[in-house]
């Protein structure tokens, strides 16, 4: 069982950054792959990224290369989702999610535990 609370979220201002944490419990975190997606009002879930379990291996929406990146530091059971050059239509509620085993990366089925999420808004 993995529980995951999602933090670091808030107003920005357009060309602005972020840091969204996850921050997991559960002694086996190491051996899980995480994702993050977001989710605008009245629109569906969006993967945005996701990380192997050992960091090497990454999965990044192609719309989002280059201004997301994402990151895990296994000894504090954390994943990092640092966002750049944020922009209006980046405002979403963001969610981390765990993976035993990833095919795509880019399927919320395939994600085993989700956070409650945290809202990110950007003013133009």
């Known amino acids: 069982q993995v529980q995951l609370v999602e933090s670091g979220g808030g107003l920005v201002q357009a060309g602005g950054s972020l840091r969204l944490s996850c921050a997991a419990s559960g002694r086996t975190f190491s051996s899980y792959a995480v994702g993050w997606f977001r989710q605008a009002p009245g629109k569906e879930r969006q993967f945005v990224v996701a990380?192997?379990?050992?960091?090497?291996?990454?999965y990044y929406a192609d719309s989002l290369k280059g201004r997301f990146t994402i990151s895990r530091d296994n000894a504090k059971n954390t994943v990092y989702l640092h966002m750049s050059t944020l922009k209006p239509e980046d405002t979403a509620v963001y969610y981390c999610?765990?993976?035993?085993?990833?095919?795509?990366?880019?399927?919320?089925?395939?994600?085993?535990?989700w956070g409650q999420g945290t809202q990110v808004t950007v003013s133009s």
């Open positions: 990380v192997g379990w050992n960091g090497r291996r990454t």
């Open positions: 999610a765990a993976a035993g085993r990833l095919v795509s990366g880019t399927s919320d089925a395939e994600y085993d535990y």
